[in-house]
Nanobody
Framework: QLQLVESGGGLVRPGGSLRLSCAAS????????IGWFRQAPGKEREGVSC????????NYADSVKGRFTISRDNAKNTVYLKMNSLKPEDAATYYCARNHFNGLGSLRVYEYTSWGQGTQVTVTS
């Protein structure tokens, strides 16, 4: 069964760090670019970061540049999102998904399918 499973979310204080994982099963991860997205209550889902099939190209939303790092380990069928210097505005449910249109990846939600169930990130003092 094809699925993506996110993990690693939790409660952290402002300035803290988390590492999210996106584990794929039922398909070969290195055939696809993978994106991380987030959605806060009452807000639209937004692109956070993406990584190309090979891992050689990455992209970030302006709001997380310099703080978040995306990486992938195709041997482990897993993509990671390391989040540093977290801010209250980073709080959201974080999702990963695979890009069916663009092997380089993008932050466009409509290019992605096979969404995971999400992992909650809470940033509060």
């Amino acid at each position: 069964q094809l699925q993506l499973v996110e993990s690693g979310g939790g409660l952290v204080r402002p300035g803290g760090s988390l590492r999210l994982s996106c584990a794929a099963s039922g398909f070969t991860l290195d055939y696809y670019a993978i994106g991380w997205f987030r959605q806060a209550p009452g807000k639209e889902r937004e692109g956070v970061s993406c990584i190309s099939k090979s891992g050689g190209t990455t992209n970030y939303a302006d709001s997380v540049k310099g703080r978040f790092t995306i990486s992938r380990d195709n041997a482990k069928n897993t993509v990671y999102l390391k989040m540093n210097s977290l801010k209250p505005e980073d709080a959201a449910t974080y999702y990963c998904a695979r890009n069916h249109f663009n092997g380089l990846g993008s932050l466009r939600v409509y290019e992605y399918t096979s969404w995971g169930q999400g992992t909650q990130v809470t940033v509060t003092s």
